[in-house]
């Protein structure tokens, strides 16, 4: 798909990137499903070993930002691990979750750096000690079970030689307000620093880290898949974010969806194909989607048990891919390091995302305005054209 025929959708990427989430035409929010009196939870998700935690989590995350409506019937479905559970005060956590024995979920507490955003901040342990203890007090649930370093290491020399986040965790730990050690881990290429892969692959072999949150999703790099098979031979728990790349814009695409309706790919959807496609791959231990209402959670849910893929889900991963073609971005940063400007690209293509395919204009603005260089930086020079994968290509 070119602009031209991207622009009667309401926003093209370019138009993105140099505008800004702000310059963006309106999204319409995915609605809730109806739920009946006769709504029923979608049946137990497989569980998985985390890794060096030897918690058993569940194969999908819940997350604090679900509709409240679909976290009971998570709970039901066997959804036992909370991310960003931190967010939630003594007031606002779910009483499906609460009502549970304390010791049959599993809750993170994220910790972001100080002082600026994930590029601009700095680590420091007294602050994030003292942030977690607030969290632990407001929320009363005790303690939590994983504490994650939001957004990762700059390099491999940083996770060498700035040891505050793992110095505050400690502490914790000591006091019983935490038990687990983990990571979000993003690029750093567009600030001089390493790959979140290979920022990951050190931490596997080198540190006290426990397990690791990345991106991955279908056509991913084969940096990626290598990660994830050694983390499962060093016992290292893996969860997949940003793992849905292009499956909602093409949900509301009238042309995918009318191909999609070939006999080819029956009983086959974009979204259930790349779930069971995630779980089709013993080396990952779980993948964290955004579940806005009951009919994506009993999708997602759903294709989760099954895990073993059809001829018709290939097939449809393959016409995802092609949709995908010059439209969605993967997310892998390759084209980053080469911009002049320095540019957080792929940071702007990830909150496109949350614009077309969460369908969450919102969170995609908020999120841009916290750029401390945003796409008006962008000088057109077409430097980061050619670092472009194939899969993953800019539009021309």
Known sequence: MNDKEHEANG??????????????????????GKLSA?????????RRRYGRTGLEISALEGAYDWSPAVIPLAVQSGVNYWHKAHRWTAETFPVAIKSQPRESYYLEVVVDRIGGDHMKGHI?????????????AKSGVGYYDVFKFHFGYHSINEAKTE????????????????KHLALSQHHYNNIGGDMAYDIVTWLIENSPYEAAQFFYTYGDKQELADVLALAKKKDFGTIAMK???????????Q??????????FSGSTSGAAMVKWLMS???????????SNFDQLQENFGAARQSVMSAGDRQTLGLLAAHNQGLTCLLCADCVSHCPEHIAIADILRYERYALDYHDLSRARAEYKTLTKDGTACIACGDCLPARPTSTSWPS
């Open 11 to 32: 926003l093209t990427r370019r138009d993105f990137i140099r505008v800004g989430a702000t310059g963006a035409v309106a999204v319409a929010l995915a609605g809730m």
């Open 38 to 46: 006769a709504a029923e939870a979608p049946g137990r998700l497989p």
């Open 124 to 136: 420091d342990e007294e602050q994030h000690y003292q942030f977690v203890k607030q969290c632990v």
């Open 163 to 178: 040891l505050g986040m793992v110095r505050a965790y400690e502490r914790l730990k000591k006091e019983g307000l935490v």
């Open 243 to 253: 793992t849905m790349g292009g499956v909602g814009r093409a949900a509301t695409d």
């Open 255 to 264: 042309k995918f969806q009318a191909m999609l309706a070939e006999p080819r």
């Open 281 to 291: 791959n013993p080396n990952l231990t779980a993948a964290v989607i955004t579940t």
